[in-house]
């Protein structure tokens, strides 16, 4: 589907400093610095899946003063969503997410341009559904999908953040940041790293880097089979469908939101980072 602008009359503010950014983003320009700040007023990220990862990404990059934002999701809200999902409310229960986060952003900075995208990324749609000028942060759980947008973002020369496995974790603090090829006790990213060797000729010598950042924790799993957001289902299930028709599914290992959102947490830090050291 074709991406959605925000409402009318909303306008990116590519230009910004510490002395003139808008009052409620003058905390994050003090925190970087003018020039800083304005990489990232001028910054367009793209999140993918708006779980229990991606929406709390998507809410602290709007929070953050990104001046454009594009969601990607199709899946609807559903009560199973409330302990982990910041757009999750009894308020948005039925809607679809990303008109659910759009809203939200509205609320959060209107002068954040949103468009939104009512689909799945899949590996036949990725390259014309994914901006080709956004850094990417990836937040879904299906390996297909993961592998498309990593060769497509090597492709491109686009900078991507890619989100492990949060199902079944305790410890927010067990969460990591490393190259994709040194992640440890993830089997979403080890499923996902096999592909590429096999399939898109990334690197198979140990300590070689594949130049991709990822998001993971290095706890062991509690509990049954996968689930949730960034879950292990997808690697478990490789091909099967990304979400059925009620829903992600919330069975098996279940998740915490003091690990999911610290996850979207790390990873929307990740971005920033890369928007502030952008070349303008």
């Known amino acids: 589907m074709e991406a959605k602008p925000a409402s009318a009359g909303a306008a990116c ?14 905390g994050v320009a003090r925190v970087f610095g003018d020039e800083a700040f304005a990489r990232i007023a001028a910054a367009h990220v793209c999140v993918i899946g708006l779980g229990g990862v991606g929406s709390w990404a998507a809410e602290a990059l709007a929070r ?36 659910a986060m759009r809203a939200r952003i509205a609320d959060i900075a209107p002068a954040c341009r949103v468009s939104i995208v009512d689909d799945f990324v899949t590996p036949e749609n990725a390259a014309r559904l994914v901006p080709s000028d956004a850094i990417v942060v990836d937040a879904i759980d299906q390996v297909r999908a993961k592998v498309a947008l990593v060769a497509l973002c090597r492709e491109r020369r686009q900078k991507l953040v890619v989100c492990g496995g949060a199902g ?38 140990p300590g070689k880097r594949f130049g991709v950042d990822a998001i993971y ?23 099967a469908p990304q979400w059925g028709g009620a829903g992600l599914s919330c069975a098996g290992y279940g998740s915490l939101v003091t690990v999911t959102a610290t996850m979207g947490m790390a990873a929307a830090a990740r971005a920033l980072d890369l928007a502030r050291a952008a070349r303008r």
């Open 64 to 99: 953050s003063g990104v001046g454009r934002l594009t969601l990607i999701d199709l899946d609807h809200v559903a009560e199973s969503n409330l302990n982990r999902q910041v757009l999750a409310l009894d308020s948005t229960l039925g809607a679809a997410k990303v008109e």
């Open 168 to 205: 079944g974790r305790h410890d927010p603090l067990r969460l990591r940041r490393d190259d994709l090829a040194g992640t440890k006790g993830d089997a979403l990213l080890s499923s996902l790293r096999a592909r590429l060797r096999r399939e898109h000729g990334f690197p198979r010598e």
């Open 217 to 239: 924790s290095d706890e062991h799993m509690a509990g049954g089979r996968a689930s949730g957001v960034a879950s292990q289902a997808g690697a478990a299930q490789a091909d």
């Open 13 to 26: 503010p590519v230009e910004a400093s510490a002395a003139a950014a808008p009052r409620r983003f003058s």
